[in-house]
């Protein structure tokens, strides 16, 4: 692989690997130490590089590697960026009480999410904030594309349920 060729299929992917090591660390240093390792890693790899499919999932699963590798070099508590990652806008026309409401169901989710076990979070990292396919997302973690429809819908189905009981108990 050429500089060229690095530059357009390798750097481009940067922000969502930043932002899923980001979802896995919980730290902006560590983040992006970890995509810069992985750019040194796809460079220092990039004889073998013309052989890949698909490169970006390529680089999707280096970060997760290198972001469970920084977790279990040292024990750490998770900070919760979840808002982050929703970008949820707000149009002129909500009240003071629904822009509130809103960003207070936001930080429930990002709760919920956190609370899910780590499989089912970072697959509804994959697919619901970076938009990865069922298929890409199996490639990134290395699992058959069925664990990634089931443990989707696991995770989706937790954090509804969490809303709903929330809701029903008027919890917040």
Same mark, same amino acid.
């Given at each position: ?18 932002? $899923? ?14 995509? #810069?390792?992985? $750019?040194?890693?796809?460079?220092? @790899? ?15 699963? =280096? ?18 960026? =979840? ?7 707000? @149009?002129? @026309?909500?009240? /003071? ?9 936001? %930080?429930?989710?990002?709760? $919920?999410?956190?609370?899910? /076990?780590? %499989? #089912? %979070?970072? =697959? ?6 970076? @938009?990865?396919?069922?298929?890409? =997302? ?14 989707? $819908? ?17 919890? #917040?």
């Amino acid at each position: 692989m050429s500089l060229e060729a690095f530059k357009t299929r390798v750097l481009p992917t940067k922000d969502k690997l930043y932002r $899923f090591a980001f979802k896995m660390l919980g730290d902006q240093d560590e983040a992006q130490d970890v995509v #810069q390792e992985v $750019f040194i890693k796809v460079w220092n @790899g990039r004889d073998q590089m013309d052989q890949l499919e698909n490169m970006e999932a390529w680089c999707m699963r =280096i970060t997760r590697n290198l972001s469970l590798d920084k977790i279990k070099s040292k024990t750490r508590k998770m900070t919760d960026h =979840i808002q982050e990652g929703f970008d949820v806008s707000q @149009g002129d @026309g909500l009240t /003071p009480y629904r822009s509130t409401e809103m960003d207070d169901t936001m %930080k429930n989710i990002g709760r $919920f999410i956190a609370s899910l /076990p780590e %499989k #089912q %979070k970072q =697959i509804i990292q994959l697919r619901d904030v970076e @938009g990865y396919s069922y298929k890409e =997302i199996g490639d990134i973690l290395e699992i058959d594309m069925n664990q990634v429809k089931v443990n989707l $819908f696991r995770a989706r189905q937790a954090v509804k349920e969490n809303l709903l009981n929330m809701n029903a108990y008027g919890l #917040q």
